[in-house]
């Protein structure tokens, strides 16, 4: 048996474990501001509870910012996330006001508290409204759908048309989540792969879905009765009409719905085709519109990096990763073939990539946006297929491998707008990166520069003491 230790030595051994967390705390903080991949240190030293515990802290707070921001944001009258009113001043319905504050809301955010109780007005009034990404947009007509159906009906009232299949099934998520507490509303999805019988009637209220099989479940399929909705939604209206085929099919699904459906259309952007084409399916409508510089968030900061060609944008990459800790990002390049090769040399450097590209089904890359939203891949590499819409909270970091461009070769600034708004989400805080590799790339950077009125600065990713900087 061992002896009973001294008085002596058991202080002795407090003092040396005492030491031992310490040490292990002090390479802790070391690791986390310096290592160029956060979360290969997760593994490496956490058999230490406490240690673990206190980086997870550091994680969340340093990255991904508490609540504390948003509710000073939403105290900050020029902030997208001000509020006057609370959702309950909102004239929320109770079971919808408990989804709310489920999903961790506190207060409704400016769109949400402006755009709400026109929605939600009697008789229904039309409604086209832009806001920032991020700041609440689809949690607002989500809300007003919600509010307006009756559960009693078995049909579809509500109808709700998205660009792409993955956010068609995103918003699908969010009704589910604030309707978690109103179980006697439904949803169906109408998108690619979930075959209805021609007359088989929905017993649903709500229909979430593409354009192209929603029109053919209005008309060739008959599954909906289009006479019979009374709330129509088209949400990313600029992606919508980016999309061959998209804005012809809205247009025809609206010409079928009776004269008194409520009309509601939000977009990001609202180029001068958009607002054409907004005109066009939302006749009479309340207007909520923000100017050219309110459209991108103070809260994402940009810069642009200088390089020769793609290695030197892959080492000031691999730098950016060196200097600050990045909770996930999402990295767009031009063509699939960059995208390839640089989700290849990045996985060769130890990081955990996914790569999603346009060639894929849409099953596949709603599964490659869902692995990387729970957090399974912590890089996403891509084209331009998934830089609208798509909220993954956690992206703390948007890095323009190549700048965002149109088929003339101009600058495509709402796809830019569109790509940054990954990060930033609600009140986040983000940081897009742009990666300039000749005149022509510096070219398009001025251009956006002009286009939203925003000086982009440059950084100098040889000095991680300015990148560290950058992230505080
Ligand atoms: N009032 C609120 N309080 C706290 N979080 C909110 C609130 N409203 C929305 N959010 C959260 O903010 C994030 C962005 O919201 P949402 O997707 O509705 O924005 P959006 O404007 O539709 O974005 P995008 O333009 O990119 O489509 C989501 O994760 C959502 O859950």
Redesign the pocket.
């Known amino acids: 048996m061992r002896a009973q230790p001294t008085a002596t030595e058991a202080i002795c051994g407090r003092v040396i474990t005492l030491a031992y967390h310490v040490l292990v705390v002090f390479h802790l903080l070391t690791h986390l501001l310096k290592s160029d991949r956060s979360f290969t240190c997760h593994s490496c030293l956490l058999e230490d509870k406490a240690a673990q515990s206190l980086l997870n802290k550091m994680i969340h707070t340093s990255l991904v910012n508490t609540t504390n921001q ?1 509710e000073v944001l939403q105290r900050d009258p020029n902030s997208p996330l001000y509020s006057v009113k609370t959702f309950e001043e909102l004239r929320l319905k109770d079971k919808l006001l408990k989804g709310v504050y489920d ?7 400016k769109i ?1 508290e402006n755009a709400l109780p026109m929605m939600l007005a009697e008789p229904p009034q039309n409604l086209i409204a832009q ?1 920032q ?7 607002a007509f989500v809300l007003a759908m919600l509010s307006h159906v009756d559960p009693t009906n078995k049909w579809a009232q509500c109808l709700c048309i998205a660009p792409t299949y993955e956010l068609a099934l995103q918003t699908g998520k969010v009704i589910e989540q604030m309707g978690k507490f109103y179980p006697e509303v439904k949803l169906a999805y109408a998108i690619r792969g979930n075959k209805l019988d021609r007359g088989a009637k929905l017993q649903e209220q709500i229909v979430i879905g593409t354009p192209g099989t929603v029109l053919d479940w209005c008309s060739k399929l008959k599954i909906i009765n289009p006479k019979k909705i009374s709330v129509f939604v088209l949400d ?1 209206a600029d992606v919508m009409i980016a999309t061959q085929g998209h804005q012809d099919q809205s247009i025809r699904i609206q010409r079928m719905l009776p004269k008194e459906c409520q009309m509601l259309l939000f977009s ?1 952007t609202f180029e001068d085709s958009v607002w054409k084409f907004a005109e066009r399916v939302v006749p009479d409508p309340n207007i909520i519109k923000l100017k050219r510089e309110e459209e991108t968030l103070d809260t994402i900061k940009q810069y642009y990096v200088l390089c020769s060609d793609k290695e030197e944008k892959f080492t000031a990459l691999c730098n950016i990763y060196g200097a600050i800790t990045i909770a996930q990002a999402m990295i767009f390049c031009h063509t699939r073939r960059t995208a390839g090769w640089l989700a290849a040399e990045l996985t060769k450097e130890g990081h955990v990539v996914a790569l999603l590209s346009g060639e894929m089904t849409v099953e596949q890359r709603a599964a490659i946006i869902e692995r990387f939203r729970e957090g399974k891949e912590k890089v996403l590499v891509t084209t331009n297929v998934c830089s609208r ?1 798509i ?1 993954v ?1 956690q992206v703390s970091v948007v890095i323009n491998f190549d700048l965002p461009m149109d088929k003339y070769g101009n600058a495509d600034n709402e796809t830019y707008l569109h790509r940054i ?1 990954r990060t930033g ?2 009140g986040k805080r983000g940081l897009a990166v742009n990666m300039i590799d000749s005149k022509h790339s510096m070219n398009i950077l001025n251009q956006i520069e002009e286009h939203f009125n925003k000086k982009i600065n440059k950084l100098d990713t040889d000095d991680l003491d300015e990148i560290e900087k950058i992230s505080n």
């Open positions: 948003v999903m961790g809301f506190n207060r409704p955010s949400q806001s990404s991020g700041t609440g947009k689809t949690a990313e990001a819409g909220d909270e708004g989400r609600f």
